[in-house]
């Protein structure tokens, strides 16, 4: 017989989600759209904190724009619960904002049952998770990974600098350096998260509990031939940097085949051809190749052929090739104490939870490298994310939240 526990309200977990999804939504598509320090993205924030502010948490922000929420103990240590607020273009309504409302939810819930926590909690909304600059700044900077050379290079596939896009609202990213909390001071971080694909739809499982997560690699390409007139420029004299992408991309299935595995994923799912008109041969092709692994071997050695097969593409049509390594987030296995916490929770609910690798990075990933971290998931309708298709049962979702509020009162000494 599960064991009667506080329970949270799930009409104000809806409300809550839905007043973040009101930043960013595209009626025309129905698609999301808060990119990391958009104004959007910027304008969610102070809505979020104005939340946190009104049920009498203690506020602050941080200098990339994470916000944090303390209920308990003014000082000591905490332990931290959320996800990102940040989403990707045309982004879903889940995504991220799932694990930040029912983070302030389940410390809501524990302050309707006049539950106080011996370990302060914090919640926590991190910026800038999807890696609009190839990172995941928010987290990366609470977990003190962040450094002053990466900060230099980081722009966006437009050219936007990561310096630029914060300095727009008043940031300095080069705080970011020198802004982490001090290791011992966060006693776990844990996160619940939409499964962004299909293996507990298709088990009936309701709640996923991630035993590790995939590293990704992205590698910004530049292939540089020769633009001319699509009509006069005959097959066999032409430096087409179009024609160097296709054999990459081509060369895709090939490649897992032969250095990846059952984890790996490769997605060319950015690509700019210039001057990107019908009837001029592309004179330069500007992609970026996403490479994700639960194993480093297997990224290491797929992204080494992906290289190869650049080059040998640019070779082959007469192209300068330029590969820049836009962001490198090593693949990481998550707290096995914390996750059995969240397994004995589970069972204690009643509740069926896999064990099961993320495809998708999180911040649970980096977190792990400043403290014991856990992330949990439930089923996403047809596995979609990204999308404005994303869609998750409120069900699910209820049994998730209910979920993360017994281990936080248990992991927080909450009576
Ligand atoms: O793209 C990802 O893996 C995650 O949604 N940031
Ligand atoms: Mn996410
Ligand atoms: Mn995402």
């Known amino acids: 017989m599960p064991i009667e526990k506080p329970s949270i309200d799930p009409d104000r977990l809806r409300g809550l989600l839905e007043g973040i999804n009101s930043f960013g939504f595209n009626p025309e598509t129905g698609g999301f759209n808060r990119v990391g320090y958009s104004d959007a993205d910027m304008a969610v924030r102070d809505w979020f904190a104005g939340q946190m502010e009104a049920d009498g948490l203690a506020v602050s922000r941080d200098p990339v724009a994470n916000l944090f929420g303390r209920y308990g103990p003014p ?3 905490t332990i931290m619960a959320g996800s990102h607020l ?7 309504a889940f995504d991220g904002a799932l694990g930040a409302s029912v983070a302030l939810e389940c410390v809501r819930s524990m302050r309707d049952a006049g539950l106080k926590p011996e370990v302060a909690i914090e919640v926590v909304a991190t910026a800038e998770e999807e890696g609009r600059f190839g990172g995941m700044l928010g987290s990366q900077t609470i977990a003190g990974v ?22 727009a609202h008043g940031l300095k990213a080069h705080e970011a350096v020198g802004a982490a909390r001090r290791p011992g001071e966060v006693r776990a ?51 087409d940097a179009f024609a160097g992408l296709a054999i990459v991309g081509h060369a895709v299935p090939g490649i897992i085949a032969e250095h990846g595995g059952d984890n ?8 700019d051809l210039h001057p990107n008109f019908i009837h001029t041969v592309p004179g330069r092709a500007d992609f970026v190749v996403n490479i994700r692994d639960t194993d480093p071997a297997f990224v290491e ?4 052929a992906v290289e190869q097969t650049v080059h040998d593409a640019a070779a082959a049509n007469s192209l300068e090739t330029r590969i820049v390594e836009q962001s490198r987030i090593a693949p990481v296995s998550l707290d096995p104490e914390l996750r059995k916490v969240l397994h004995d929770e589970a069972a204690a609910l009643g509740l069926d939870a ?18 014991p971290s856990a992330l949990m998931f439930v089923p996403s309708r047809d596995g979609v994310s990204h999308s404005p ?27």
Do not use: Y
């Open 264 to 271: 790996t994923r490769v997605t060319i799912g950015k690509v």
């Open 389 to 415: 298709e994303e869609w998750s049962d409120w069900a699910d979702i209820e049994k998730g939240a209910n979920l993360m509020l017994a281990a936080l009162i248990r992991l927080s000494g909450a009576r």
């Open 189 to 239: 971080f844990l996160e619940i998260h939409v499964e962004q694909g299909p293996v507990l739809e298709a088990s009936g499982q309701p709640i996923g509990i991630a035993h590790s997560v995939a590293g990704v690699r992205n590698l910004r390409v530049t292939l540089t031939g020769k633009a001319n007139h699509s009509g006069t420029t005959p097959m066999d004299l032409r430096a």
């Open 301 to 304: 050695a797929v992204t080494g």
């Open 75 to 77: 000082t000591g240590p």
């Open 354 to 371: 896999r064990s099961m690798p993320s495809g998708a990075g999180h911040d649970a990933q980096t977190m792990q490298s400043l403290c």
């Open 86 to 92: 940040d989403t990707v273009p045309e982004g879903g």
């Open 146 to 167: 962040v450094t002053h050379e990466w900060i230099d290079q980081a722009r966006d596939a437009d050219g936007t600098t990561l310096i630029d896009a914060m300095a």
